[in-house]
């Protein structure tokens, strides 16, 4: 038996008639503008073809395929191929997608304009541009893999325009606030915690680049004096292991452990914020750490821009420069002012 059944479209009076595949059992989803009577005589064909088994069906057919269909093929592949982290951020951009259609829709109906006022509805309800640029993005990659299937001709995100992503202040600690946040975290009696708060402040890692299983004592090497760090996408860059970094480690390698370090990361997340608030600091996470890295090197001109955007890990210099703009414009002004200084000897 099929199923008709009245839906909202733009484009006019519509109705969806469902059915199950004669051969394949998979549910068939057709969508019709026309008026209700003509509804019913195509319904009512379509139950004559099938009791006769004369229905002639493409199963490549992309007006068959349903948003909820690609959705549930793409995060089989997903999960295959993502990381657990990638997973779950492209879960909650998919969930607020789905809020935004409010229904199940075939995904030849999803065109270039449903984006947009996709994108308009998001942006209005207060979320920041760099955020929407993510999830266009992940929308893009979806709508990628269902073009490699054959399920649609085109990809309706590929003409959207992508927001510019807004400068980003960065919250890093000032040294009497890193002094501090040591002092409590010993004075509860925690050094190993101690350490990988220096480690995170001396490498500039993100939060599970520095635990096991990504960081172990195969990424150390002690006598070349730099570490081997496992970044997004995995891919590696070295950090130099500094005079700090080596007498942690040197004390740490003669406990004869798999890892350095072998938090959790939900603990050393919730345990940072912990020390946080016993040391009165605000606004501030794990990622100020590795924020507080490149703060440092660019504040005591230690290292120029593109040194901190690889040292940090970053696939371009743009988004190294975006989270320290501020600094940035402090160094280009210290530059400028010391001319005085060179003109006035001569």
């Not at 199963?59 to 295959?80: G, M």
């Not at 996408?233 to 406990?255: E, H, Q, Y």
């Amino acid at each position: 038996m099929a199923t008709l059944k009245k839906i909202n479209r733009s484009r006019g009076e519509a109705y969806q008639i469902g059915f199950s595949h004669p051969k394949s059992g998979r549910w068939i989803r057709k969508t019709i503008y026309c008026n209700l009577k003509d509804a019913e005589k195509i319904k009512n064909k379509i139950e004559a073809d099938l009791a006769l088994d004369v229905f002639k069906f493409n199963e490549n057919d992309t007006d068959n395929i349903s948003w909820q269909e690609l959705l549930i093929k793409y995060r089989k592949y997903a999960k295959r191929n993502k990381s657990e982290k990638t997973n779950k951020r492209e879960k909650n951009v998919f969930d607020a997608f789905n809020r935004f259609l409010n229904g199940d829709i075939p995904i030849s109906e999803i065109s270039e304009s449903t984006i947009e006022n996709y994108k308009q509805s998001r942006l209005n309800s207060g979320i920041r541009s760099a955020t929407m640029a993510i999830e266009l993005r992940i929308l893009k990659t979806a709508f990628y893999m269902a073009l490699k299937w054959k399920f649609v001709e085109i990809n309706p995100v590929v003409g959207v325009k992508i927001p510019k992503d807004d400068i980003v202040k960065v919250r890093f600690l000032r040294i009497n606030e890193i002094n501090r946040l040591l002092q409590v975290i010993r004075e509860d009696d925690n050094c190993d915690f101690a350490n990988l708060v220096l480690a995170y402040i001396n490498t500039g890692a993100r939060r599970i680049e520095l635990l096991f299983p990504n960081f172990t004592w195969q990424n150390v090497d002690l006598d070349g004096r730099k570490i081997q760090i496992n970044g997004k996408g995995n891919m590696k860059r070295f950090v130099p292991i500094n005079d700090a970094l080596f007498s942690i480690l040197t004390k740490l390698v003669k406990r004869k452990t798999i890892a350095p370090f072998e938090f959790k990361p939900d603990y050393v997340s919730h345990k940072i914020q912990y020390y946080y608030k016993l040391a009165g600091i605000k606004r501030a996470n794990l990622h100020s750490l590795r924020k507080t890295f490149g703060s440092l090197l660019l504040q005591n001109k230690a290292a120029d821009l593109y040194t901190v955007s690889r040292l940090l890990g970053h696939t371009s210099v743009k988004t190294t420069e975006k989270y320290y703009v501020d600094l940035l414009d402090d160094n280009y002004r210290d530059s400028v002012s010391s001319l005085d200084k060179i003109l006035t000897q001569n």
